[in-house]
């Protein structure tokens, strides 16, 4: 399928982009040759073939969720920027009512 360059600068201005003349004769070979491609795959017969949603084997690939020990207290609020009473300290986002 060969583009038009009005297809080509259709496409362009809906990406926004500003081609010159040369440019608009590259993207018209190089977009009418992925569609000539797409257009050969689309003649492969498919039919024989289910339909596969990953070709990898299935797996959880998370580690096993587990309890452990976190860190001190005192250790996780001596790098906050402020803290009072045992919690971090942050500015209010919400109104007092």
């Not at 000539?36 to 949603?53: M, N, R, V, W």
């Not at 096993?64 to 005192?74: A, G, I, K, M, T």
């Amino acid at each position: 399928m060969s583009l038009t360059l009005a297809e080509v600068e259709h496409i362009a201005g809906l990406a926004r982009l500003a081609l010159s003349e040369e440019e608009k004769a590259l993207f018209r070979e190089q977009l009418s040759a992925i569609l000539d491609y797409a257009a050969a795959l689309q003649k492969i017969d498919t039919s024989t073939i289910p339909p596969t949603a990953t070709v990898l084997p299935l797996r959880n690939v998370m580690r096993e969720d587990r309890v452990e020990p976190s860190l001190p207290h005192e250790d996780v609020l001596a790098n906050a920027p402020a803290a009072q009473d045992g919690y971090f300290r942050v500015a209010s986002i919400l109104e007092p009512s």
